[in-house]
């Protein structure tokens, strides 16, 4: 968002491109092809390394996101070969322990929030009826980030020193004592890294929500994922910190001579689990709430009525986040903490299920109270609250202190985070793909292939985890690359291994059938689920400015309010939605007050630029000439910083002022 803006009281405003109009900008009129032109990326690779459209950048992190699960996939699946039978010796133990760091990595910090970001990035302008996110340029620098520091992370694996300490990195293991390579280092600045990224992404949805919003769409007429992500956003404003300042810690202590974490030298390495779980449990929920508000959102389509208690919902979204701050010492329950912080701290864990609960109730009353079409995103949206409600019930079973200590650090606890972080997840997410493909492309993905990938994912997912719970109740320790045949584990380890390779085959299908579709896909109308939200009043795939005219809202399901009687609505109809501002004298957008959404703005926003893209590769080199050792490299990476930033900021040259089309131009 440019420093530039106008008063909507002043002269600005009053310009006849700026000022409310009546009906449609149909395609190829004036006002039409000239918000095109104003907006449209460059062709080529021009276009593709400078854009800053939201839908280019969130279809990215999508894409980015499923590569990262793919491969988190294959590691999982090396790891099942080598656990399906006892005194296997497919891997080393040192091999098993770079395999199964890199899969919690990949899979919980590089595909779960980024997935959910990428829907966030495509959707929040349409769902909210803007143009864009607040800070398109910031928003393109947490995409090359995000994509740069996978990359970082993944490049000690080709030499074999891969991080090797867990995905939670517990010192003192991972400290210079015990591991003298590259792969710990990396693996601490690669995070410290990704968190720029999550942390400038936070921040454009936040103020995109307080200052973007379509006039009219208050605060209690904001769609369920708006809450998710923005309650999320939240979260990782604040833990992020946590988590990045122990990582840089950890790094001062191997490379500088630091002992943060070193007991010897006065050092705490309980210090280390705090800074880690204070941030990694609110990440639990951020990683959560946003795919929780796909379902809110989506599920409701398929059965024909708004959601059950759509306020009770909003607000268990954001009070589980505020209670996921105070319950990250249940990770801790074993490290000798007094029992009266623990009993606090248990109470909380087990408080944190009541918002679930609520949000739980309300998507079942939503489905029994209305009439059900069974397409492909419900089956997937009714799945995941199955899984929601396995994982919550272990969840709430951990909680227990006494019961904990004897689940601790076996694969119960596996068992618990994969249907928390992958069933409440990946079920979500495919159910979101299927349904808000027909926006992404125009097209329509297959019924038939659906259904099929659904029940082999659904079965092969509880054939996979579900039998971890008994293994943990068996004994066995959750970081363990092989055991002996007579402990009683060989069964549920086959089992698992079989169930996650079925698993794997109905990723497979869902891969077949996207890309199928892509190619040869039906075409698909602008609403094909008849839903009541912004972003499908306009084509599919949108067109490059979103909206020609910013829509007014009265309602919470403005597609639907012919047919609801909600408090405030008036009787609106569909064409209404196209009576606002049509703002074509550059990239310009209107921007509302924080609360009920009134026009008080006209903003300015940059447009395509190279300088995110250059930024986020001198920043990574910055962080690979730390992890070298090489400071005079590092150096230099950070004048190239310098130097971008200084690119980023400079004066844009003004669009040359046309002519401006009236409003009885504007259809011609």
């Not at 090396?78 to 039978?85: H, S, Y």
């Not at 517990?170 to 400290?175: M, N, T």
């Not at 979101?432 to 082999?456: A, C, H, N």
Request: charged fraction near 10%; proline fraction near 7%.
């Amino acid at each position: 968002m440019s420093d530039h803006a106008e008063p909507a009281s002043q002269q600005g405003m009053q310009r006849t491109l700026r000022t409310p109009q009546r009906g449609r900008v149909p395609p190829g009129s004036v006002a039409e092809k000239r918000l095109r032109e104003i907006w449209e990326s460059p062709p080529g690779w021009r276009g593709w390394l400078s854009t800053v459209d939201h839908k280019t950048i969130g279809l990215r992190y999508l894409v980015t996101a499923f590569v990262f699960l793919l491969m988190g996939g294959v590691e999982a699946l090396i790891m099942r070969i080598q656990l399906a039978r006892p005194d296997a010796t497919i891997l080393t133990p040192e091999q098993y322990n770079q395999l199964f760091t890199m899969h919690g990595v990949t899979m919980i910090f590089l595909y779960a929030l980024s997935v959910l970001s990428g829907f966030s990035n495509y959707l929040w302008p349409l769902v909210l009826g803007a143009r864009d996110m607040a800070f398109p340029r910031l928003n393109a620098l947490s995409y090359w980030i995000f994509l740069f520091a996978g990359i970082f992370l993944y490049t000690s694996f080709p030499a074999g020193q891969a991080p090797d300490a867990g995905w939670f990195n517990y010192v003192p293991l991972s400290g210079p004592q015990y591991s003298t390579g590259p792969n710990i280092d990396i693996y601490a600045l690669g995070m410290v890294l990704l968190g720029i990224s999550t942390t400038v992404g936070s921040m454009n949805f936040v103020v995109t929500l307080l200052r973007m919003r379509a006039p009219g769409m208050s605060l209690d007429r904001m769609p369920v994922l708006v809450w998710g992500t923005l309650t999320a956003s939240g979260g990782n404003l604040l833990a992020v910190p946590s988590v990045s300042l122990a990582f840089f810690m950890l790094w001062m202590d191997r490379r500088i001579g630091t002992h943060f974490f070193d007991v010897l030298d006065g050092g705490r390495p309980l210090l280390w689990q705090h800074l880690f779980w204070i941030f990694a449990h609110p990440w639990v929920y951020a990683v959560v709430l946003p795919a929780m508000g796909i379902v809110s959102d989506a599920l409701p389509v398929f059965c024909r009525r708004p959601l059950v208690g759509y306020g009770a919902v909003a607000l268990s979204t954001v009070a589980t986040m505020i209670i996921g701050f105070v319950v990250w010492i249940h990770h801790m329950f074993a490290t000798g903490i007094p029992a009266l912080a623990l009993s606090f701290f248990g109470a909380a864990s087990m408080v944190i299920a009541i918002p679930s609960a609520v949000a739980t109730f309300a998507w079942i009353a939503t489905i029994w109270t209305g009439r059900p079409v069974f397409r492909v995103p419900f089956f997937y949206f009714a799945g995941f609250v199955l899984l929601f409600v396995i994982g919550g019930v272990s969840g709430v079973m951990t909680a227990a202190i006494p019961l904990d200590w004897q689940l601790t650090d076996t694969y119960f606890v596996v068992a618990h985070l994969h249907y928390v972080l992958l069933g409440i997840n990946v079920f979500p997410v495919i159910g979101g793909i299927y349904f808000w493909f027909p926006k992404f492309t125009g097209k329509m993905m297959s019924e038939r292939l659906g259904k099929l990938g659904f029940w082999v994912l659904f079965i092969g997912f509880n054939v996979a985890f579900f039998p971890m719970h008994i293994a943990g109740l068996l004994g066995m320790p959750r970081r363990i690359y092989t055991y002996p045949p007579d402990m009683g584990w060989n069964t549920v380890n086959l089992v698992t291994s079989l169930g996650s390779f079925l698993f794997a085959a109905g990723v497979l299908i869902f891969l077949i059938d996207l890309l199928t579709s892509f190619k040869h896909g039906k075409p698909a109308v602008d609403n094909p689920w008849d839903a009541p939200t912004l972003e499908w009043s306009v084509s599919s795939p949108p067109p490059p400015y979103n909206f020609a005219v910013v829509p007014s809202l009265a309602s919470r399901h403005p597609l639907w309010e012919g047919r609801l009687d909600e408090p405030g609505a008036t009787a609106h109809t569909r064409s209404q939605l196209e009576e606002g501002y049509l703002l074509a004298q550059g990239r310009e957008a209107l921007g509302t007050s924080a609360l009920e959404a009134n026009p008080d703005v006209i903003l300015k926003m940059p447009g395509d630029s190279y300088a995110p893209f250059w930024l986020a590769v001198f920043a990574t080199l910055v962080f690979a000439g730390l992890a070298a050792g090489a400071w005079a490299f590092a150096g230099a990476m950070v004048c190239g910083c310098a130097l971008s930033i200084i690119v980023w900021l400079w004066p844009e040259r003004a669009l040359i002022q046309r002519e401006p089309a009236t409003v009885r131009d504007a259809g011609d």
